[in-house]
């Protein structure tokens, strides 16, 4: 392809952060890291890109006078945007809809960016690459790290001089990641004696130097949408986002080698905690969770996330070795039985209606229509607050997922 023809390739880069201690997170990890040579630098110089940054007023003042928000303002265009004061929570699925509008507009593609990420140096450039391939979507397998210990260990060894990039070849950042993995994480192994009660991750540890994972929602790193969404959305992942803006899954690519793009979540050790002590993992247990629905009504799975569980997506420090073809067929019998077990997905739902969860999820929302419309964001806040105290939780039925 010529040079003009590669230029008219464009991404809109966007990230939603607020708050001390993702913004500290991402000035000090996610962006240094993003800054390394073979990812947005190696992009800005191909392409004609914007990096937009959605925050309150008070942190954009912190981020825009940070040095290394200034290292970004010099290889690309960038805007800093406000978040209107409120719900902040909901104010960020507003901003994406915001930057889903700006891509159509501008026939762009949207990299949508957490600010607790860290990214391996080349995940971007592989990404340009994949994208001048032809696929409209990039999808990744990733999982949670826990940030107190991975975060000063990642520092101490590839921290710039100047604190402004953070340079880490892939497979070493496996190999640092795999040391400080996230317990939820951990709990989504297939031999976990406290297997996940949300098991939109199934792993497998190959040795100490691997992670093989089979996982429904995958982060959707590249989406090009066509057109504006007009329905509320959830969660990038386990929403029907991409179904609805990429309807072919010809146009999707799934990245299966942390090799070409590797980037982690970063995460407090104790957030988001779904473990069970006890609990073992079995095909009938995962196929009951993908055919159930969150408060009885958003379906944990859709067709496409059956479709990338069949993908086997490789995370490794190391050459791939004859062990993984093992554990591999192994983890395809296991998939191969789950989706079977879907075909009788009418009667999972009916079982999980007749759950006492189910009953509290029906009771909850008779309760909530009967609130003043002018009485709901509070109750709302005040519900949501409740992730604080996970024991709590269990008043109100199945924990809840915090993707």
Known sequence: MSEVGVRRLRFHFVT????EPYVDLFLKVGLPSLLSPNNLPYVAHKTDSVYRIYTTQNDATII?????????ADIMSTEILFMEDGDFESKGF???RKAI???VRDDAGLVFLAADMVWADGAFANLYRIALSGKLCIMIGSFRLAKESFVPALLERYQSLDECTLSVQPRDLVRLSLEHLHPWTKSCLWDSLEFTS??????WAIGDGGLLLRQFHLQPLLTRPSERLESTIGSLDGSEYVPITHPSYDDIYIVEDSDEIAGFEMSDSKYCVLTVPGNRATAVKIAYWASSRVGGLYPMTNRYHRM????RIRIHADEIKPEWRMVEESSDKTVDMVLSLLRFELVFRIIGLLSPQSV????KRRLYRMIPSSMRPNLLRLYYSLERFPFLWRLFGEPRSNQ
């Open 94 to 96: 507003e901003c994406f």
């Open 308 to 311: 990338f569980l069949q993908h």
């Open 16 to 19: 939603v952060v607020w708050g």
């Open 360 to 363: 509290i999820a029906m009771s």
């Open 101 to 103: 509008d700006d891509v």
């Open 198 to 203: 949300w098991p939109c991750w199934l792993h």
């Open 64 to 72: 825009g006078q940070s040095p290394v928000f200034v290292r970004l």
